[in-house]
């Protein structure tokens, strides 16, 4: 089968051992696996699939739709590929900046960036975004919010790995600060390239001391620079020292997050929460890092009604179409920053993430890592 296949033997054992490709019988008394003539085919294909990077997920849906669905098939193919291309885009961008490194005399200081936002729309973002900070000491470029300025937009990001929140503001910089431009990417967060820093992340005391200054309705001023951010209301203002760890890549965390198809279902903020508070738990251990976390369980079924349950209810009498365990505290959190009305969720099954989007605003959502259940 490995022959035929071009998959390795230990290949064949991985594949097996997830669920992918099980043989169609296994010796009881040696372990040794036998494939059926016709389980050729899809053993090719998963050998394609995985010469092409495709992720393991994605590979068992193409398996399982390969002879009903051709075209989901083609596209999670193009999803893809259009991943690739933009990693490949993202290793161009690095590279180009990794060659002026190593080829400057010296580094160049870049100029501050000052702007200029509503005040009470920037208080929104700060607290869409607050409750995703990260607060391991192991990973201190988690412990702030990232800024930056792109387009004339402020965007906010946030995230402990478990959970991202992203929030944008509309902002207009002085002439004097230098012009942003970018480029459009497949994710519409863009690629901005500007004169002067305009990527910063602030720690998490400067944010804190910021959102306090944001009352009354006044615009703030923010200054964004390399060795310091500030922000200004009227007579008050506040400064800090940006994070020197490089903050994660989320615009590739979020096109891997975020791919694929899904479910979406609208649902009511505070009947979410009600269902929740309400509703049993299960309590699990991450196995990453060993926290105990209460896990509620989200199925959406075919007529696109959402229930919650425990992480070990069996399906809905209808079967569900999608289901996926959270954290209950991590939505809830997710919940209380989105504010009152509505919310988009978008599941996708039980290993991907949770997405959360404000209907009328698609700059502003937050991501939930899944816990297997």
Not at 158 to 186: C, I, K
Request: hydrophobic share 45%; aromatic share 4%.
């Amino acid at each position: 089968m490995a022959r035929a296949s071009g998959l390795s033997i230990s290949a064949l054992r991985f594949y097996d051992g997830a669920g992918v490709l099980a043989p169609a019988s296994v010796d009881p008394g040696t372990g040794y696996r036998r494939y059926a003539e016709r389980q050729l085919p899809a053993a090719r294909l998963l050998a394609g699939l995985r010469r092409i990077g495709m992720p393991l997920a994605e590979i068992t849906r193409v398996l399982e739709l390969r002879g009903s669905d051709p075209a989901a098939v083609s596209r999670l193919l193009d999803a893809h590929l259009l991943r690739l291309a933009e990693g490949l885009a993202d290793a161009r961008r690095e590279a180009a900046r990794l060659r002026v490194l190593c080829t400057a005399a010296e580094p160049a200081t870049e100029p501050e960036i000052r702007l200029t936002v509503p005040g009470p729309k920037l208080a929104a973002a700060v607290d869409a975004v607050r409750f995703a900070v990260g607060t391991d000491p192991g990973l201190p470029m988690l412990g702030g919010v990232h800024l930056e300025i792109d387009q004339g937009v402020l965007r906010l990001v946030a995230t402990d790995r478990y959970r991202m929140a992203v929030a944008a503001v509309p902002a207009d910089t002085g002439p004097a600060t230098g012009n942003a431009t970018a480029t459009g990417d497949a994710t519409g967060l863009g690629d901005a390239t500007a004169t002067g820093s305009r990527r910063v992340t602030a720690p998490v005391s400067f944010v804190d001391a910021a959102r306090a200054l944001l009352t009354g309705g006044w615009p703030a001023t923010l200054t964004l620079g390399s060795a310091a951010v500030g922000l200004r209301v009227r007579d008050r203002h506040v400064t800090g020292t940006p994070l020197e760890q490089d903050f994660p890549d989320y615009r590739r965390l979020l096109r891997s997050a975020t791919a694929g198809p899904g479910r979406r279902v609208t649902v009511d903020v505070g009947g979410l929460r009600e269902r929740l508070t309400a509703g049993e738990t299960r309590t699990v251990v991450r196995p990453d890092d060993g926290t105990r976390c209460a896990v509620s369980v989200l199925a959406v079924d075919a007529a696109n009604r959402l229930t919650v349950s425990p992480a070990d209810t069996p399906g809905l009498p209808d079967g569900p179409v999608v289901r996926v365990g959270v954290d209950r505290e991590f939505l809830l959190d997710a919940l209380d920053a989105a504010g009152p009305g509505q919310l988009v969720l978008e599941l996708d099954g039980p290993i991907r993430p949770l997405a959360l989007r404000r209907p009328d605003d698609d700059r502003a959502f937050s991501i939930l890592m899944p816990v297997r259940i």
